[in-house]
């Protein structure tokens, strides 16, 4: 049987695309000393979709994760991982 909705998303190997290490490789999405951290929260996703995004989705992914006020309420705020298309009207 295949896995669907909430048991594949647990058994995803989710990654951090914001820190690739040397030999290209993500590293797994979490962090050790939150309060002391400098490089910002982390921008997990799973890690067959970093696969398949490009370096300029990524960047722009991890910007805008960046770019808004982190652990409100205690939490982390999520942030879209792909921006969505503008839809061009017709005159």
């Given amino acids: 049987m295949a896995k669907t909705g909430l048991k594949k998303w647990f058994g995803e190997k989710w990654v951090n695309i914001g820190a690739k290490k040397k030999k290209g490789k993500y590293p797994a999405c979490g962090r050790s000393k939150a309060k002391k951290s400098r490089k910002g929260y982390p921008k997990c996703v799973p890690a067959s979709?970093?696969?398949?995004?490009?370096?300029?989705?990524i960047r722009s992914a991890v910007r805008r994760k960046r770019a808004v006020k982190q652990g409100v309420g205690g939490k982390p705020t999520r942030v879209r991982t792909a921006t969505r298309r503008k839809v061009r009207r017709k005159k």
């Fill in 49 to 57: 979709k970093a696969a398949r995004m490009s370096k300029s989705q």
